[in-house]
């Protein structure tokens, strides 16, 4: 999914003729992403974005010459997931070459970079009519929640919950492929070092699910949060969430309105809302009963 704020940009093939190319982003180009975030009003989540230009394929245009500002002035980042699916995220184009065609013809250079594979992002009103344009359907909705966490943790006696170990790790992947969808082993063992905290449950000896936290400027991110039922999940963030000092941030998918409705009953607001929009299938894989928050929403 992508946090995409792109708005719908008009095709003017005169405006960016002139433009570099697009080209391949790395990590040396960090700071350019930040600072272009910080143009669009985003905060300089640098955790993040160090994540998604290790581990993803980062797109993006230098600014030409004679641009005062210098920099980066589009970017997107492709999540690949195997041969199957891609995430799409992070699309941002600088405030000062915005309605120009920039935001779309990277768009169009990310799907061709998809190939075959089934392509979802995540996008705001002001993002959806470009993407409904290159061919994306909206197939649900999420909203964004945050706040500082007022309820307790209360243990469900079903299950039991424990930091995770390297030797979950196996356990983890096999419980995250068919809820998931789609194998995201390479993002997944990049969790433990990302994540401040990682839990699993456990019932009847087996992995009941698995959640984690991690920082992002100004809150804690909850998520992924994976579960075999709602009960377990509320148990997994509400440990998570009672030891943020920070507001905690969670993105409430619609399927799941008793828990958005739980949230928001404990301390948290709603912020935002954004579209779930796929290109090149009918849904999202997986299995959503069991999915409660993704990644990120850069991520899926």
């Known amino acids: 999914m992508t946090s ?33 975030a910080a143009d669009r009003g985003w905060t300089r989540e640098k955790h993040k974005w160090r994540l998604l230009l290790s581990a993803g394929q980062g797109f993006g245009i230098d600014a030409p010459p004679g641009d005062a500002h210098g920099g980066l002035i589009a970017s997107v980042v492709l999540m690949p997931y195997t041969d199957t699916h891609r995430a799409l995220g992070m699309m941002l184009v600088a405030r000062r070459w915005e309605r120009r065609g920039i935001g779309r ?40 929640l945050r706040g500082h966490f007022t309820g307790a943790h209360r243990r469900a006696s079903a299950h039991t919950v424990r930091d995770a170990t390297a030797a979950d790790m196996p356990a983890l992947l096999a419980y995250d492929l068919p809820v998931f969808g789609a194998d995201r082993t390479g993002l997944l063992a990049r969790l433990p070092a990302f994540a401040d905290r990682l839990l699993v449950a456990e019932a009847g000896g087996r992995l009941a699910g698995y959640a984690a936290s991690w920082p992002n400027e100004t809150t804690t991110v909850l998520g992924p949060v994976l579960a075999d039922d709602e009960a377990t999940a509320r148990d997994l963030i509400a440990r998570l969430a009672a030891a943020s000092d920070l507001p905690v941030r969670f993105d409430a998918d619609d399927r799941h309105p008793a828990l958005a409705a739980w949230l928001e009953g404990h301390g948290l607001a709603r912020r935002s809302r954004c579209s779930l929009m796929v290109l090149g299938a009918a849904d999202l894989p997986g299995d959503i009963t069991r999915r409660f928050a993704p990644y990120s929403v850069a991520m899926g």
């Not at 995540?122 to 197939?139: D, I, K, M």
């Open 4 to 36: 995409a704020s792109a708005r719908t940009d008009g095709d003017s093939p005169a405006d960016t003729a002139a433009l570099p190319p697009i080209r391949r982003l790395t990590l040396h180009d960090l700071a350019a992403c930040l600072d272009l």
């Open 105 to 144: 013809a990277l768009m169009r250079h990310a799907i061709a970079e998809c190939g075959t594979a089934t392509a979802f992002l995540s996008a705001t009103e002001n993002g959806r009519p470009l993407y409904e344009q290159l061919g994306f359907t909206a197939v649900g909705a999420f909203t964004t």
